[in-house]
């Protein structure tokens, strides 16, 4: 059990973290007399898939245990930078989970190079959770520096992500399609907890999740089109290309390569300056 001194700090973290964010932010109706200046304990309990007494227990520094599972989805839920994340999970006395993979070697170099010399086309590589593990400068300025993201999951971000929604000019089917295959891969892994918490989390959180992923559709990957809106340099228009790689079980690297002449011309402009935000 945590001293009470750690405990006291863990209890602070969250709710100064809490106490910044606004309903809006996080898709809630303000509601009338809001006498917290950001959300409430309900409001995050129930963001966060935990009973609102246990949360309150937490938040009084009671002497209770938190899992990892739950510290994800608090991080998760009350968008927490990368460094907030490490100190959230420090003063719980447990591994951050970006230091937790199941390569512990991490991106080969190689890799990592190969996906920095696809530059000014957009590429990133994904691991077997479908998490964003390497990209280069020009996959950063069409996104926003996945860095800089709370969470680097692909399918949260497509489907929980406003900025990553009004990118696609057509969401809901890439988004479907993104699911689909989503689906097909992970199927060997399903119940893995992690797996399902994911799936559990966005069923609650996302409809279109939710209704698209009772229709059991099921899609392999074939190189297809995605067009984005983008804010700074307009429309881009790119084929995917996918290689599964040798050196990291599960790792998928994916080039976006221009496919017109109006987004090759762009992607010099592209990568010179990066997205506002990013």
Request: overall charge negative.
């Amino acid at each position: 059990m945590l001293p009470q001194q750690r405990r006291r700090a863990l209890a602070d973290f969250l709710r100064s973290r809490r106490d910044r964010l606004t309903p809006a932010e996080v898709g809630l109706p303000a509601g009338p007399r809001r006498r917290t200046p950001g959300l409430r304990r309900e409001e995050i309990a129930q963001l966060s898939g935990v009973s609102i007494t246990w949360y309150t227990w937490l938040e009084q520094a009671r002497d209770i245990s938190v899992s990892r599972q739950v510290l994800e989805s608090l991080a998760r839920e009350l968008r927490l930078s990368p460094a907030e994340r490490r100190h959230l999970f420090a003063l719980a006395d447990a591994a951050p989970p970006d230091e937790i993979t199941d390569d512990d070697a991490g991106v080969p170099a190689a890799l990592q190079r190969m996906v920095d010399a696809l530059d000014p086309n957009p590429a990133y590589l994904l691991d077997a959770n479908w998490d964003l593990v390497a990209w280069n400068r020009a996959e950063a300025a069409l996104i926003g520096e996945p860095v800089m993201m709370a969470d680097r999951n692909l399918i949260r971000l497509v489907f929980t992500e406003p900025r990553i929604r009004a990118l696609l000019a057509d969401w809901t089917g890439q988004a479907r399609n993104l699911l689909a295959q989503y689906r097909a891969d992970v199927a060997p892994r399903l119940g893995e907890p992690r797996i399902e918490a994911l799936i559990a989390e966005l069923r609650r959180n996302s409809p279109e999740f939710d209704r698209w992923w009772a229709d059991q559709d099921i899609a392999e990957f074939s190189s297809n089109r995605r067009v984005f809106d983008h804010p700074r340099v307009g429309r881009l228009t790119f084929d995917y290309a996918k290689l599964s790689t040798m050196d990291a079980t599960g790792t998928k690297l994916f080039a976006c390569m221009p496919a017109d002449g109006s987004t090759a011309e762009k992607l010099p402009q592209l990568v010179e300056e990066p997205l506002a935000g990013s």
